[in-house]
Each structure stands twice: as C-alpha cells, then as structure tokens.
C-alpha cells in the first residue's frame, strides 16, 4: 500500500500502525501540502455493507466534533473497495508506550492525563458519541504534554436506530466495560468504566483483570472482585484510589454519571492534592468532596474548603448530594429550655432520694457488708483468625514488578520456573500459583512461570533438495 494516491490527494508513505478494524498510514495530502493519518479498514469489514454504511454515517458524525483533545476528522472515502477515513496527524507517543517506558506513573502527571481525556469525553458525549473504546493505545501525549483521543472508529451514535443490544461485542478486552461483555445497552458511562481501568494502569502499572483467554477476562468484568490499586502500591493517594473503584463499578448508575461529573472531581484534586474523597454508600452511592484533613470539626473544614476553591467548584461541590454537611447544627432556643428544666427537676429527686434514705438508716449501725465471689467462667482460648485477600494478576508483567506486586500484597515469592511461550514476550510472567483472585491467605507464596519465549526448533541435517517428508526431522 506505501505509494498509493487514494482520491488523487492522500499518498500514503509510511505504515505507522496496525489495529483491529484497520491499518494506519502516515500520509500526505497533496492538496492542502500537510501529512494526515489515514486508517484504512480491513478488507473483511469493508465487506460488510452493512458496518460500512454505519461507519460512513457514524465517522461522519465524528468529523464534525471540534476540541482540542480530540484528534480531528478530515475525510471519509472510498476508493476501489478500499475504506478509510482521514485524521490530524499527532507527532507523539500513545499512553501505552509511555506506560512501558516508566512502568507506572506518578499522581500528578495521572491526573492531569485523564483529567483532558475526561474533557474530551464530555464533548463527544455531549454530542451524543460514545467512543466504546478508550484506551492508552488510543490515547496520544505530545510533547508539550497535549493529549488527544483517537480512533473513534468504532464509536456510536446515541440514538434510537445506534444504541441498540448487540450481538457483536466491540471494544478491547482488557479495557470494555461489563455492559459491552454482555453485549448489553452502551451509554456515556461505558466510557468512564473504560477511563477507570486506564487510569488503574497508569497507576500500578497493570489492568486490574488479566488472563490467557478473552473470555477470562470478559468474565471477570462482569463478576470479578477488582483489588484495589492502593492495595498493590501503597503510596497511592486514597483520593486516586476512590475514584478509580467509582469508575469501575459494575453498575453503571454507581459510577460517575457523566464525564463532566469526573473531571469536575479530577481538577479539584489536581489543585488541591490532599482533599478527601469519600464514596457514599448509602442509596445513592454519590461522590462526596471532604476537606484535605480529616478532622472532627466538618463544619470548620467546610469553611476552609469554601474559601479556598473557585467559583465553579464551590457550586459543584454544593451540587455534589450536598457535598460536605457540617457536623454541627444548632439547637433551637425550646430545646435548650427542656434541658435545662430537665436537668433542675433531676437533681432536686436525687437530694430528696437521698434524704429520704438517710433518715430511715440509724446512725449507731453499719450496714453488714456481704462479700460475694462470683464462679470463676471459662474462657475459650480464641482460634487464629487467618487474614485472606484476592491473589492479583500477574500475567504478563517482568519477574520484577510481579515480585513487588506479591510483597505489595502481603504474600511471599515462591519457586520460580521457566516455559517456552508463543504469545507471552520472553522474560514476562506466563502463570501463576495460585491462580488471579483467588482467596489466600497472607504470607503465602505464589509460584510463577515465567516465558523463554518462543521455542526455537534447530536442525542440524541439511535439507536443501531432499523430499520434504524425507528432509523432515
């Protein structure tokens, strides 16, 4: 495909990419004198008239999204059954090159990520697209650390003729919401379960659910406990923590609502770092902004926090299900009275109880005092409570990481095998003993096996110009 003119204006010089609807090109666009990206489709879904024309409509719909956190849409086209669409051109890095590259990465830096994908998500929801595929692939940081989201290739429209069940299931695996595994209704808040999970990747350095088939993994979305990310790291902030368990509820109405909800939650944490989250339990599971120390005085705190944020943020966090009460109400002046009439009548029956007792009571007697010794009752000695957690994932991750991942999680490392693999990259984790969320008991030792990669099969007899069955070793 390198040099081919599509529409006599897009030549294509360079492959740079290669996903599960299509392969991306660096190309250059004659007429305007400027490089593009163009995704062309695979040619078994360019033969499907059916995803063709709601792809045509739905990217379409997508080309008319303007923000800058979002990659634009130039074109549509097709030429000589070849599908594509035209994108701007990003010169960076995904966010999964740059999650391999540092292993995890830091609060700050997290949340100012997800805090412009979050405000790219409120744009296309806002008109009416859900992106159904967010993840680091599709998420590009530029130099000056601009990020934009890509490859709404398989985004819907959210009308009535779109959002629809599905017997497709769309999406990556790791990263689609419970919803998407049962090819259920998809709306705004699949993509927020889908930005929890990337976000929970940024921070540890793995997905919260891995496993050697897809169908594992699907399960696991819909069922599987999550192990929180401050369980794994420790010096994880607990705000981080509760937000990313709040993105990744398995109901869609205890997540955040909408995208705006999230950021709005996000930019008050990345200016004030220490403030507290709490997760409500209660019916209506709502996000609550406390103050940046846990005090017993709310109601102080709630002053403090008051006077520090912005205008905006003062009406969100008043808007957040009343977001911080304070503790302290007053008491009406009809109740004071009652105490206090209440207290006075109290203390005059306890003086004439006494003087009644003490005139009945002759003052040359004292009162026998009658010892009395109690059986002694046996104790049972208490049986020892042994403490259990959900052994995590650790498929795919170097010796290293996975070694500090057990100690993390208060298990001991155990023996340690090698196995040639065809689809785990040698020096990576291949299984685990025992296996990923499984209940175990602390300072228990899990086993790994990890990958030689490949098996290399080495003939020593030459070959050349012998029958292959013969030349067969």
Do not use: W
Not at 144 to 153: E, L, S, T, Y
Not at 343 to 372: C, D, E, R, W, Y
Request: proline share 4%; hydrophobic share 40%.
């Amino acid at each position: 495909m390198i040099g081919t003119l599509l529409l006599n204006r897009y030549e294509l010089l360079e492959k740079i990419g290669e996903g599960g609807m299509g392969t991306v090109y660096k190309a250059k666009c004659h007429l305007l004198n400027r490089f593009v990206t163009v995704k062309i489709l695979k040619a078994e879904l360019s033969n499907d008239e059916d995803f063709v024309a709601r792809f045509k409509r739905e990217a379409t719909s997508v080309a008319r999204l303007s923000h800058p956190n979002i990659v634009n849409v130039h074109d549509v086209g097709a030429e000589k059954q070849i599908n594509f669409i035209v994108m701007e051109y990003i010169d960076g890095k995904t966010l999964k090159q740059i999650i391999k590259e540092n292993g995890r990465l830091d609060s700050q830096k997290t949340l100012d990520i997800v805090f412009q994908v979050a405000k790219a998500l409120e744009c296309a929801h806002k008109n009416n697209i859900i992106h159904r595929d967010i993840k680091p692939d599709n998420i590009m940081i530029m130099e000056d650390n601009m990020v934009k989201v890509m490859d709404f290739g398989i985004a819907k429209v959210a009308d009535s003729r779109t959002v629809t069940n599905s017997q497709n299931v769309m999406g990556t695996v790791r990263y689609f919401s419970p919803e998407q595994a049962k090819g259920n209704f998809v709306d705004c808040r699949t993509d927020i379960y889908s930005l929890g999970i990337v976000m929970y990747e940024m921070v540890t350095g793995q997905v919260p659910y891995n496993a050697e088939s897809s169908i594992s993994i699907a399960m696991m979305h819909i069922q599987g406990p999550v192990i929180p990310p401050k369980e794994i790291f420790t010096d994880i902030p607990e705000n981080i923590n509760q937000i990313i368990l709040k993105s990744m509820q398995k109901e869609p109405i205890k997540r955040y609502q909408t995208a705006r909800e999230m950021a709005d939650i996000l930019k008050t944490i990345k200016e004030y770092p220490n403030f507290k989250i709490n997760i409500n339990k209660g019916p209506d599971d709502a996000t609550r902004i406390m103050s940046k120390a846990a005090v017993s005085d709310i109601g102080n705190d709630f002053t403090v926090v008051m006077s520090q944020a912005s205008e905006d943020e003062k009406t969100m966090m008043m808007k957040s299900d009343k977001a911080v009460v304070p503790a302290k109400k007053k008491v009406s002046k009809n109740k004071k009275a009652m105490i206090i009439i209440a207290s006075i009548i109290l203390i005059m029956f306890a003086s004439v109880l006494g003087k009644l007792l003490s005139s009945k009571t002759p003052t040359n007697m004292q009162a026998p005092i009658v010892k009395a010794t109690a059986p002694k009752a046996t104790v049972p000695k208490a049986l020892p409570v042994v403490e259990k957690k959900f052994v995590p994932s650790l498929i795919g991750n170097t010796q290293d990481i996975a070694g500090q991942t057990i100690a993390n999680n208060g298990f001991l490392l155990g023996n340690i095998t090698n196995n040639y693999s065809d689809s785990i990259d040698k020096g990576l984790v291949i299984s685990q003993t025992p296996g990923v969320n499984t209940p175990y008991e602390k300072g228990g030792k899990i086993d790994l096996v990890i990958s030689q990669g490949k098996k290399i099969v080495h003939v020593t007899k030459p070959v050349k110009g012998k029958d292959r069955k013969k030349g067969k070793h």
